[in-house]
C-alpha cells in the first residue's frame, strides 16, 4: 500500500457543512499569528479541533429490521418510558425513550436509526440548557422526525444543547431512509432521542458509549410484516 493511500485511509473526512467553520479558525489563526506568533499555533489547536469535530467517518450498520441502531456518537443517558412529544403526534401513550448526548469531542453527524419512510418533520424554537438534562426534551430547541418502519411509527428528536446553537437536517418528509444513513447535524454539544413503540427492548445501559450507525440499542421481538424497499 502507497504512503498516500494509508494517509488517505487513516484521516478521517470532514463534512462539507463543516469546512466554512475550519476555514474561519484557519483565517483567524493567520490574523492572530500576524499579531503575536504564539497565538498562531494556539489557533491552529482550535483549528484542529473543529476539523475533528465535523468529522464523518464511514460506519458498518447491522442490516436487521428488528434492530434500532444508535442516531448519535455519545453516552446513553437515559432510559425511560415517557410521553413524546405533542408535535410527533405519536399519542399520549409512554413511549421507550432512548436518548443519547454528545459533548463536543463526538461526532456530531446523525444517522436513522431504522429502516422506514419519513413521515413528517417538526421543528421547534426553544432555549438551550444542557441538553444531558432531562427537562432539555421540552424546553430546548429540537427537530423531530416519524418514520414508518415494520414495527410501526417511531420518533427520533435532534435537541440542541448548551452550546449548540443550530441544528441542521437534510432529509425530507416521504423520502425512504435506510438504518445508518445520515440525515442531520447538530452543532456543538446536543442529544439525540429516540421514540420506540410497544416490542422493543433496550440493549444498552445508562452511561454506555454508543457509536452512530453501528451500536444496537434496542431491539423489536421478531415479527412478519410488511418490509419496506429499499432506496435503489
Same mark, same amino acid.
Given at each position: 500500500?502507497?504512503?498516500?493511500?494509508?494517509?488517505?485511509?487513516?484521516?478521517?473526512?470532514?463534512?462539507?457543512?463543516?469546512?466554512?467553520?475550519?476555514?474561519?479558525?484557519?483565517?483567524?489563526?493567520?490574523?492572530?499569528?500576524?499579531?503575536?506568533?504564539?497565538?498562531?499555533?494556539?489557533?491552529?489547536?482550535?483549528?484542529?479541533?473543529? @476539523?475533528?469535530?465535523?468529522?464523518?467517518?464511514? /460506519?458498518?450498520?447491522?442490516?436487521?429490521?428488528?434492530? %434500532?441502531?444508535?442516531?448519535?456518537?455519545?453516552?446513553?443517558?437515559?432510559?425511560?418510558?415517557?410521553?413524546?412529544?405533542?408535535?410527533?403526534?405519536?399519542?399520549?401513550?409512554?413511549?421507550?425513550?432512548?436518548?443519547?448526548?454528545?459533548?463536543?469531542? +463526538?461526532?456530531?453527524?446523525?444517522?436513522?436509526?431504522?429502516?422506514?419512510?419519513?413521515?413528517?418533520? +417538526?421543528?421547534?424554537?426553544?432555549?438551550?440548557?444542557?441538553?444531558?438534562?432531562?427537562?432539555?426534551?421540552?424546553?430546548?430547541?429540537?427537530?423531530?422526525?416519524?418514520?414508518?418502519?415494520?414495527?410501526?411509527?417511531?420518533?427520533? %428528536?435532534?435537541?440542541?444543547?448548551?452550546?449548540?446553537?443550530?441544528?441542521?437536517?437534510?432529509?425530507?418528509?416521504?423520502?425512504?431512509?435506510?438504518?445508518?444513513?445520515?440525515?442531520?447535524?447538530?452543532?456543538?454539544?446536543?442529544?439525540?432521542?429516540?421514540?420506540?413503540? @410497544?416490542?422493543? @427492548?433496550? /440493549?444498552?445501559?445508562?452511561?454506555?458509549?454508543?457509536?452512530?450507525?453501528?451500536?444496537?440499542?434496542?431491539?423489536?421481538?421478531?415479527?412478519?410484516?410488511?418490509?419496506?424497499?429499499? /432506496?435503489?
Amino acid at each position: 500500500m502507497s504512503l498516500f493511500n494509508t494517509v488517505r485511509n487513516t484521516i478521517v473526512p470532514v463534512h462539507k457543512e463543516g469546512y466554512p467553520f475550519v476555514a474561519a479558525f484557519f483565517v483567524a489563526s493567520l490574523v492572530l499569528g500576524w499579531i503575536f506568533k504564539p497565538l498562531f499555533w494556539i489557533g491552529m489547536i482550535f483549528t484542529i479541533w473543529c @476539523a475533528y469535530f465535523f468529522r464523518d467517518p464511514e /460506519r458498518v450498520t447491522p442490516q436487521d429490521d428488528d434492530l %434500532v441502531i444508535s442516531p448519535a456518537d455519545g453516552k446513553v443517558s437515559a432510559i425511560q418510558m415517557v410521553t413524546p412529544p405533542a408535535e410527533l403526534d405519536l399519542g399520549s401513550e409512554p413511549m421507550l425513550r432512548i436518548s443519547v448526548f454528545m459533548n463536543v469531542f +463526538n461526532c456530531h453527524v446523525n444517522r436513522a436509526p431504522m429502516r422506514g419512510r419519513i413521515v413528517s418533520i +417538526n421543528y421547534r424554537s426553544g432555549s438551550f440548557v444542557n441538553a444531558e438534562l432531562d427537562k432539555a426534551s421540552e424546553d430546548n430547541e429540537r427537530n423531530g422526525l416519524v418514520i414508518e418502519t415494520r414495527h410501526g411509527q417511531i420518533g427520533v %428528536v435532534q435537541i440542541a444543547g448548551l452550546v449548540a446553537r443550530r441544528i441542521l437536517c437534510w432529509a425530507n418528509p416521504n423520502e425512504p431512509l435506510d438504518a445508518g444513513e445520515r440525515f442531520g447535524l447538530i452543532r456543538f454539544g446536543s442529544r439525540l432521542d429516540v421514540f420506540l413503540p @410497544a416490542g422493543a @427492548a433496550p /440493549r444498552v445501559s445508562l452511561g454506555q458509549t454508543a457509536i452512530a450507525g453501528e451500536t444496537v440499542i434496542a431491539e423489536f421481538a421478531s415479527a412478519k410484516g410488511p418490509v419496506i424497499s429499499r /432506496r435503489s
